[in-house]
């Protein structure tokens, strides 16, 4: 099947030899085997790849050098018809399809009842979807903290007020709720007269502690930076920025709501507990969180 | 009938033509032409990736476990040993250190979802800059809008699947995503994730959406694509012998079988380097997720970049009436991206109605002979890698030691500046090459040369009807090497 060089590739350069596309064969079977030698002798990662580059590559230099020095160049040329069909045709469908609409319509009452019936079927295949989920219920806006809820580090220690410096903060959760995504919370001791209490929350710190959701009001990542001397928590994922100083007010990025605060007091024993539950749901927004 | 000495391939091309027949439609497949143009494997780079991804993922599919069950890990890598994980993270754990050649099939398969979405972003814009999409090929520009958009879906449940530290972040705001969708968002986030987030389900879903749900109907929607390329036969550039009713090229069999297989090993031989050479999704560093914890310069894959930069770079705006709210995250979250897709799906439309002509196009037209459009794309491309620029903001603030406040506010004006700006020098730009083509006023004035010197120096304007002309009365055809066909 070798067609005849034409005239301006005899004239060209002297003719193609094999010898890319053997080395590039043999270098695929040497590499393919050594390959073979790495996974015996347990396999290597970087061995693993790099064989396989040759390989494969080799393959693939071989073929294609192969192509370019010794198969067809073309240029060949396909005829194209057009795409649409013609009018003839066209209208020998349009007429088959209007004879065997005209038959079906012809019983326009059990056209009806099997668009219904269809159509109830249809509907009644949904339910099964409904198994995927219950329905969503009052979780997304119960707080995971009830009122009297020890404070507890995540191995589960509880907490007093003088196991966080001024200018650090922890992470706790409600002790027996630990596993809640919901639950992680930032206890920040603030510098003092750093914190200006909303009102109504005056009582609502412990010796300069505060307690604010962890979770971000805007996509639900961990706001897990603080900048002390601002007083700033910085959420690492979208950069939404809340002042700790004025009640975790978001002041920077697309956070729109506060960071929910939780009251703080002291059980007998001075361990911080849960002075009752979060100011607002916990996380990002959805339809009908405010009502 | 073939006699018992009949080479090989003539008694199995028999046996099977009695049982299927298609002896004349399976001789003009091999006989098909493809244009030898670099810019037509784009779409050939992405379809190997992703059977490369089908390979690699059968195998990791052997050894991974989508389980949220609490494991202690107790396997060869050793900062980890003593840890608890769930079972999904330490499968992935384990394919990587304990699986022979685990960790270079999953860098591989890794490597080549970032390679599948970058082939097929890089061949929609050699379609679109080049007027492919135009009728008869709307549907299968809309085919091919589709497999991005799962192409980037399924790579997202992919890296989500492992459970690490990154994953379970991009799980939790995608889930704030979802919440965000007004009226039914809550129901769809406790349908997904079957209760509030995170659940125990989500994983065993996302591993059946991630290896056979979504790749099924791409791979439906690649065999559809491929079979409406046939039936429309390829496009092809404006030059001395092209025209309107032929393709010009190389035949499949021989030539372009070597071409496009070669491609494919070579393809599959990048991809190995990669995945054996450059580390990806270093899962052992991140750990396993915890639902406290973040790492900052958390980073998605590349493909959803521009999603992330939309979240960050949106200010502080909600919709709140009546006591209901659309949250902030729906407009860059759902929004945006419904838009972006919408008009992806219309712009054949779009360019048709603005052309004002619906004629089938074979013949694809250069960027710099239509500068709007060209510039449309420009523009809209720029929009978006602003976008994804802004995911990496707080990378950017580290690494030139600026605040990301600036940061933030610099990329918000860029977002809202540079697009036009970038559009409206494209469209200069082809104005000014075009005039180039035609060269000095004197030189212009005179009629195309009639052998153009190769078949890459294309005709000052090549309109279909001008380079029709131009094709037609020039020695271009005899000069061209035709084969006959039946």
Known sequence: ?291 | MASPKAPVTARVVRWLDRRVGGARMARKTLDKVFPDHWSFLLGEVALYCFVILVLTGIYLSLFFTPSTSVVTYDGSYGPLRGVEMSEAYESAIRISFDVRAGMVMRQIHHWAALVFVAAIIAHLARIFFTGAFRRPRELNWMIGVTLLVLAMLNGFAGYSLLDDQLSGTGLRIANAIILSIPIVGTWISSLVFDGPYPGTEILQRLFVAHILLIPAVIGVLIAVHLALVIRHKHTQYPGPGKREDNVVGQRLWPTYTAKAGGLFFLVASVLAALGGLAQINAIWVTGPYRGADVSSASQPDWYMGWTEGGLRLMPPWEVRAFGYQIPNPFFPGVLLPSIVFGIMYAWPFIQSRRAKTDQEHHILFRPRDHPVHTGIGVAAFTFVTVMMVAGSSDVIAVTFGVSVNAVIWTLRTALLILPPIAGLVAARLCVELQRRDAGPPSVAAEPPPANPPSSRAYPAAPEPELADQLSRSSAAESATRLRETP
């Open chain 1, 1 to 291: 099947m070798t067609e005849p060089a034409s005239s301006a590739e005899r004239k060209g350069p002297p003719a193609p030899t094999t010898h890319v596309p053997m080395v590039a064969f043999i270098v695929s079977i040497v590499a393919a085997l050594g390959l073979t030698f790495v996974y015996w002798r347990g396999g290597q990662p970087q061995w693993e790849g790099a064989l396989l580059c040759l390989a494969l590559g080799g393959i693939g230099i071989g073929v294609i050098s192969w192509a370019h020095r010794f198969l067809p160049a073309g240029p060949d040329e396909e005829p194209r018809e057009q795409v649409a069909s013609s009018d003839e045709a066209l209208a020998a469908l349009d007429a088959d399809l209007i004879a065997g609409e005209e038959e079906f319509g012809r019983r326009r009452l059990l056209v009806r009842l099997l668009a219904g019936a269809a159509g109830a079927l249809g509907l009644a295949a949904l339910f099964p979807l409904r198994s995927l989920g219950p329905r969503p219920g009052a979780g997304l806006k119960a707080s995971p903290f009830s009122t009297g809820d020890h404070l507890v580090t995540e191995q589960g220690t509880r907490v007093r007020p003088e196991d966080v410096a001024v200018d650090g903060f922890i992470t706790v959760v409600p002790e027996g709720n630990t596993d809640d995504a919901n639950a992680p919370t930032l206890l920040i001791h603030t510098r003092p007269g750093q914190n200006v209490p909303r009102s109504g929350r005056e009582d609502w710190a412990v010796d300069d502690l505060v307690a604010y959701s962890k979770i971000c009001t805007h996509a639900g990542c961990p706001v897990g930076l603080y900048q002390a001397e601002s007083g700033l928590l910085l959420c690492p994922c979208h950069q939404s920025t809340f002042d700790v100083g004025d009640g975790s007010r978001p002041v920077f990025g697309p956070a729109t709501r506060s960071l929910p605060q939780l009251p703080l007091t002291l059980d007998d024993d001075g361990y911080l507990v849960a002075g009752g539950e979060f100011s607002s749901p916990i996380g990002p927004g959805f339809w009908n969180q405010l009502r």
